[in-house]
């Protein structure tokens, strides 16, 4: 008799989970172990204070592609080890800075038997102790080409069109089935993993995944302090719900 399939869960990482960036956490590190030139790192750290002033829209954006433009240049040079011990210091700090949301949703649905995915578009290593520090299942990331021991700079970055499909291969990897399959995620990033699947959450959402979200009718769900606010679709127009 063929085993019954299992429902799963898929779960962002970087501010859906994490209240941070692990990326950009491994990047910090990085900076502390000297591995960025002081001008070069200090011109990322202006971008992020820019973004926290919320100067303009796009200002994360910018600050972002500063920061991945940096390591871009330094990573050749530095050694595996290095950065699986950086690794370790950002999760060893980062991973209880969770949200109560998210992390209570992953309590109960793997009460409920759900398999639990995350896929995340951060470094797989950093990803990799994240994921099992949490009792997921498995997990999708990012790869960086590693010879002889060190980075060689070349990267296969798991963006949003790839989502989906890195999601299919876990759900055939461990026979799970979409029906009554849950995902959630925070940017626009997420939609087409948040596509895919027959609940989607879109979790303290950016304006672009709010705005998508409401056309779709999802669940949208916020978190401030220690009030979470679940917003539903009822009589055509978002409530909020209990």
Not at 89 to 111: A, F, G, N, S, W
Not at 114 to 122: D, H, R, T
Not at 217 to 228: A, P, S, T
């Amino acid at each position: 008799m063929a085993s019954e399939l299992k429902k799963f869960a898929v779960f962002d990482i970087d501010g859906t989970l994490i209240r941070w960036q692990l990326y950009h956490a491994v990047a910090d590190e990085l900076a502390r172990r000297g591995r960025f030139g002081a001008i070069e790192y200090e011109a990322v750290r202006q971008a992020r204070m820019t973004w926290k002033k919320r100067k303009s829209e796009d200002s994360f954006k910018e600050y972002e592609r500063a920061l991945v433009n940096l390591v871009d240049q330094a990573i050749s040079g530095v050694n595996v080890q290095e950065w699986q011990d950086a690794c370790q210091t950002v999760i060893e700090e980062y991973k209880e800075q969770v949200y109560t949301y998210t992390r209570d949703l992953l309590v109960r649905l793997r009460r409920e038997n759900y398999l639990l995915f995350a896929i995340s578009a951060s470094e797989k290593s950093v990803v990799k102790l994240l994921a099992e520090h949490y009792g997921f299942t498995d997990f999708a990331a990012s790869t960086y080409e590693v010879v002889n021991g060190k980075f060689t700079g070349t990267k296969d970055i798991l963006r949003r069109e790839r989502k989906p499909e890195a999601l299919t291969q876990l759900a055939n990897k461990y026979r799970a089935t979409y029906t009554g399959s849950v995902a959630v995620g925070d940017s626009e990033n997420d939609i087409p993993m948040l596509e895919a699947v027959e609940q989607p959450i879109a979790f303290n959402p950016t304006k672009l995944l709010f705005e998508h979200a409401k056309t779709q009718g999802w669940q949208i769900i916020l978190e401030r302090k220690n009030v979470v606010y679940k917003l539903g679709i009822e009589n055509d127009k978002y409530q909020l719900q209990n």
